[in-house]
T-cell receptor
Framework: DAKTTQPPSMDCAEGRAANLPCNHS???????VYWYRQIHSQGPQYIIH???NNETNEMASLIITEDRKSSTLILPHATLRDTAVYYC????????????FGTGTSLTVIP | DVKVTQSSRYLVKRTGEKVFLECVQD?????MFWYRQDPGLGLRLIYF???????EKGDIPEGYSVSREKKERFSLILESASTNQTSMYLC????????????????FGPGTRLTVL
């Protein structure tokens, strides 16, 4: 059973914020939420991660709801190079730090 | 920079052939992983390894085996390739995980697109 659920595709206008949602309603207290993205013909790359507090880095912000059942990845000013598949992942420390990938959201940034 | 390399970007094999996919990482990472990626299914874990000669089944190990004789190398083996194993195969490596807030990142190779005819 999938640990995360994401919409299959989204569009965003260049320069606007892209908000990518993820549901992880069965997440446990010690499980982290990670976001990766995959640009065509490359392996997935790390964006950001969090446990229960909101997080921000140079690439994105991660907003996790108080009940931790969902999260949103925010790309504050989307560019054409942000067109990619974005994966929401639950990291499970108890099983050797396995990553459970969702099916991903294909984000298209439109000029 | 961490580098994870995979032996081939594209591979075409015939049904019944034995197929080896090789993965090498240069950061002395303990953990290595093999995933397959299919449209609409995301990435699914096939096998992973904590250390040399150690392996653990992931979510879809059937039809695959692995070998880790050296720390830097993790091989995925298809004993008798079948058409339903046509897929993109991704290798990843990572340092040991921590239970704390520290970033735990898996580093991915570019992938091998395998076609079984």
């Amino acid at each position: 059973d999938a640990k995360t659920t994401q919409p299959p595709s989204m569009d965003c206008a260049e320069g606007r914020a892209a908000n990518l949602p993820c549901n992880h309603s069965t997440i446990s207290g010690n499980e982290y939420v990670y976001w990766y993205r995959q640009i065509h013909s490359q392996g997935p790359q790390y964006i950001i991660h969090g446990l229960k507090n909101n997080e921000t880095n140079e690439m994105a912000s991660l907003i996790i709801t108080e009940d931790r059942k969902s999260s949103t990845l925010i790309l504050p000013h989307a560019t054409l190079r942000d067109t990619a598949v974005y994966y929401c992942i639950v990291r499970v420390p108890s099983t050797g730090n396995q990553f459970y990938f969702g099916t991903g959201t294909s984000l298209t940034v439109i000029p | 920079d961490v580098k994870v390399t995979q032996s081939s970007r594209y591979l075409v094999k015939r049904t019944g052939e034995k197929v080896f996919l090789e993965c090498v990482q240069d950061m002395d990472h303990e953990n290595m992983f093999w995933y397959r990626q299919d449209p609409g299914l995301g990435l699914r874990l096939i096998y992973f390894s904590y250390d040399v000669k150690m392996k653990e089944k992931g979510d879809i190990p059937e039809g695959y085996s692995v070998s880790r004789e050296k720390k830097e190398r993790f091989s995925l083996i298809l004993e008798s390739a079948s058409t339903n194993q046509t897929s993109m195969y991704l290798c990843a490596s990572s340092p040991p995980g921590t239970s704390g807030r520290a970033r735990y990142e898996q580093f991915f190779g570019p992938g091998t697109r395998l076609t079984v005819l």
